[in-house]
């Protein structure tokens, strides 16, 4: 199974703020097909995970472009500049790429 | 609007079977790959398996850690999923998410259902 490793385990930020969230695979996330199935994931307090990022750098619908997403390969990053209130909850990334589908442990998102 | 709405779940002993139901509405049902997603309290995310669309024949893949156990199956003229568990052990103890695939990522999921499985 590709193994997804998160860091940090949790961040604090004071509103208005950037923060970085890193999310390593234990293999490479290129498909046979070109594409690199990585994904974030935001799930706020008591509610189901909801799609931010999708194939590395794409915002899904609806999502800020205060998120953004970059990397390649093993390597991964998520942004999010000007933090508000609705952004906090736990982050997860998730690869698509091979099965089984694997998520990282997540990267819980705190206000300082 | 995309809904997708769990129910069935429950307190099960160990050893028992239940079988959970996703309703699906706001999308042609048949175009999409569907997959269950489960989440132990306080833990991370668990794909458990995918069923294909109609153009790929509604075919299957599951987690090892779910094969032979769970079955996943599809109703398409109610637009309902479903995920058949049979043999439920204490660690299959989350929240069962289903949730709409779309190009290798999650694009929709349900509010989740819980299944506790205790004597």
């Known amino acids: 199974d590709v193994v997804m490793t998160q860091t940090p385990v949790s961040l604090s930020v004071s509103l208005g703020g950037q923060v970085s969230i890193s999310c390593r695979s234990s293999?490479?996330?290129?498909?046979?097909?070109?594409?690199?199935?990585l994904s974030w994931y935001l799930q706020k307090p008591g509610q189901s995970p909801q799609l931010l990022i999708y194939k590395v750098s794409n915002r899904f619908s609806g999502i800020s472009d205060r998120f953004s997403g970059s990397g390649s390969g093993t390597d991964f990053t998520l942004k999010i500049s000007r933090v508000e209130p609705d952004d906090l909850g736990v982050y997860y990334c998730g690869q698509g790429t091979q099965y089984p589908y694997t998520f990282g442990a997540g990267t819980k998102l705190e206000l300082k | 609007e995309v809904k997708l709405l769990e129910s069935g779940g429950g307190l099960v002993q160990p050893g028992g079977s239940l079988r959970l139901s996703c309703a699906a509405s706001?999308?042609?049902?048949?175009?999409?790959?569907m997959s269950w997603i489960r989440q132990p309290p306080g833990k991370a995310p668990e794909w458990l398996g995918v069923?294909?669309?109609?153009?790929?024949?509604?075919?299957?893949e599951y987690n090892p850690s779910v094969k032979g156990r769970f079955t996943i199956s599809r109703d398409n003229t109610q637009n309902i999923l479903y995920l058949q568990m049979n043999t439920l052990r204490a660690e299959d103890t989350a929240i069962y998410y289903c949730?709409?695939?779309?190009?290798?990522?999650?694009?929709?999921w349900g509010q989740g259902v819980m299944v506790t499985v205790s004597s």
């Open positions: 949730a709409r695939l779309r190009g290798n990522y999650f694009d929709y």
């Open positions: 293999q490479s996330l290129v498909h046979n097909n070109g594409n690199t199935y």
């Open positions: 069923i294909r669309n109609k153009a790929n024949g509604y075919t299957t």
């Open positions: 706001g999308f042609t049902f048949t175009d999409f790959y």
